[in-house]
């Protein structure tokens, strides 16, 4: 079926430490995934995207890791920081291009 | 570049009534989507729009409706509002399929009393 899942509702990090946000997805036709943070009283931003050709995209303290066996995406943020704190979802794009997100997870950053 | 632009950003309705929200994309942008956001259901799909020509729709009923214009402006409408309409609407724009980055607005947070 058409699901995009989060494995943890809340993610607790100290700051300084990194961060791993994993997400589940069931549609293996999907191939484009994109990874949004959303603060308070705002939109989603996007972070990072990734093409289902690829297993590894970086960006500035932001690495996506796609594994296609399982089905398994994964957004990593290095060390860190206060202004972190925010739900971060994952979408995966249907081949309808129909974009289909999770449920969230929240990062919350220990001082 | 100015972002995505919703009006309005706070409304109250009464059940039974109908309201029209409205999304400025990105200059240059033409597709457009909708999503409902709510704490129980998350980020949900309504629909996409693409040169004035609705692409995908979500699982909502027929009381909601949208459509784009030549501008590429885009309006959703609820009619026969109900309490559990009440949520954050966010529009999103993008240059267009497939697969482009989409950028989101602030939304319009809608309580139905």
């Known amino acids: 079926g058409e699901s995009v899942g989060l494995h943890l509702p809340t993610l607790s990090v100290q700051e300084g430490d990194n961060s791993i946000i994993n997400c589940a997805y069931s549609?293996?036709?999907?191939?484009?995934f994109i990874w949004y943070k959303q603060e308070s009283g705002k939109g989603p931003q996007f972070i990072i995207d990734?093409?289902?050709?690829?297993d590894k995209r970086q960006g500035q303290r932001v690495t996506v890791l796609l594994n296609k066996t399982v089905k398994h995406l994964s957004l990593q943020i290095a060390a860190t920081q206060p202004g972190d704190s925010a739900v971060y979802f994952c979408?995966?794009?249907?081949?309808?291009?129909?974009?289909?997100f999770g449920k969230g997870t929240r990062l919350h950053i220990l001082p | 570049k100015a972002g995505v632009t919703q009006t309005p950003r706070y409304l109250i309705k009464t059940r039974g009534q109908q309201v029209t929200l409205s999304c400025s994309p990105i200059?240059?942008?033409?597709?457009v989507s909708w999503y409902q956001q709510t704490p129980g259901q998350g980020l949900q799909f309504l629909f996409e729009?693409?040169?004035?020509?609705?692409?995908n729709k979500g699982n909502f009923p027929g009381r909601f409706s949208g459509r784009q214009f030549s501008n590429s402006r885009s309006e959703m409408n609820v009619s026969t509002l109900e309490l559990g309409d009440s949520a954050l609407y966010l529009c999103?724009?993008?240059?267009?399929?497939?697969?482009?980055?989409?950028?989101f607005g602030q939304g319009t947070r809608l309580t139905v009393v």
């Open positions: 999103a724009s993008s240059r267009g399929p497939p697969n482009t980055e989409a950028f």
């Open positions: 200059s240059g942008h033409r597709s």
């Open positions: 979408a995966e794009n249907l081949q309808d291009d129909k974009i289909i």
């Open positions: 549609n293996s036709a999907s191939d484009y």
């Open positions: 990734i093409r289902s050709n690829m």
């Open positions: 729009y693409f040169s004035e020509t609705q692409r």
